[in-house]
């Protein structure tokens, strides 16, 4: 049963978690220090403890219970890198409560979120000792960098001895004007091309004794930008094509130019395949008849979780504590949901405000974070209690 010496219970519980874990300098890869704090946090409420690293990254698989079903909470402690640090107000390793709002590197993107779910865990078992199921932890600092070794590894081992996760809640920072307006419910997918077209160098003033590849290119450029690639659906907008990156040139304004980059990026709905798409790129440049080198990176498929046990819970959930209930959204960039998702796991992101995540200065609503932990704890009480 609740208790008022259980410090689990204390209002600035999380705030307290929040602050220990941004004072861990956990750019990514580096951990840092943080698995280890979360670590013993759990290994304290009976959850086996396995450190699946790969590489220079630090990955954790806490798991409390062997039976299905199991509901994970998934998320990072890697951050990103601080930029100038004259330009913050507050040393952004130092965790500072200034105008009811806290400031550090990680505050928003995700340590609040880790905090929270720890927290959470540790009320729901000291109200329910024995609930159903398992409940899970998968934490790595890759999701920040290239999301090579984290969770994307963690995965597959857990696919290789056939264990799988029901529901998953990734921390990530969902909201946008206030705390639990909005809930990710799936992501668009990213898929990564670099095309290298082929020329022939030469004098620009003999341009019939040379083969031009950035007059080649134009032509298809503009076919590629401006085909329409699906429609969307009622989840997801339509995919898109951006340019990144565009190079030429040897350094000489006399010369054509051998070759030209083209990096690009397509946001893509679940109305399309990443599949599809490169079939439909290539056959337009073999429309317009280049010669190219053209290799491509999967950053993840698009995903969507539809109304069902995890997102009746989270609405729940954010009624009970909010007032309110969140809409459903496929916005913004890509997570570490993309790696789970595939499994058969239905899989939400909720999370604090995201107005500074990646910024100078980045900081949270000190006041959101007990609410955040109440929701997380009863998310639990829903799917894990009869």
Known sequence: MQTDTNPAFEPTATLTLTKDLIRCASVTPDDAGCLTIIGKRLEALGFTLEYL?????????????????????????DVVPVGNRTDWCFDPFTPTEHNGQLYGRGAADMKSGLAAMVVACERFLNRHSNPLGSIAFLLTS???????????????????????????????????????????????GSLNGILTVKGKQGHVAYPHLADNPIHRIAPAL????????????????????????IKAGTGANNVIPPEIEVIFNFRFSTAVTADQLKQRVQALLDLHQLTYDLSWNLSGEAFLTPA???????????????????????????????????????????????ATIHQVNEHIDIADLEPLTQIYTKILEQLLTV
């Open 308 to 354: 069902g046990a995890l997102v009746d819970a989270a609405q729940h959930a954010l009624q009970a504590v909010t007032g309110t209930q969140a809409m459903l959204s496929t916005s913004g960039g890509t997570s570490d949901g993309r790696f789970i998702a595939p499994t058969g796991a239905q899989v939400l992101e909720l999370g604090v405000k995201n």
């Open 53 to 77: 690293n790969f590489g220079e990254v630090k990955n954790l698989w806490a798991r409390r219970g062997t039976e299905a079903p199991v509901f994970c909470f998934a998320g990072h402690t």
């Open 222 to 245: 503009v076919a590629l930008t401006t085909e329409v690639w699906d429609k969307g659906n009622e989840f997801f907008p339509a995919t898109s094509l951006q340019i990144s990156s």
């Open 142 to 188: 890759d999701e920040e960098g290239p999301s090579i070794h984290g969770t994307r590894e963690v995965i597959a081992a857990l696919e290789a001895r056939h264990e799988k996760i029901t529901w998953c809640l990734v921390g990530e920072p969902s909201s946008t004007d206030r705390l639990g307006d909005i809930i990710k419910n799936g992501r668009r």
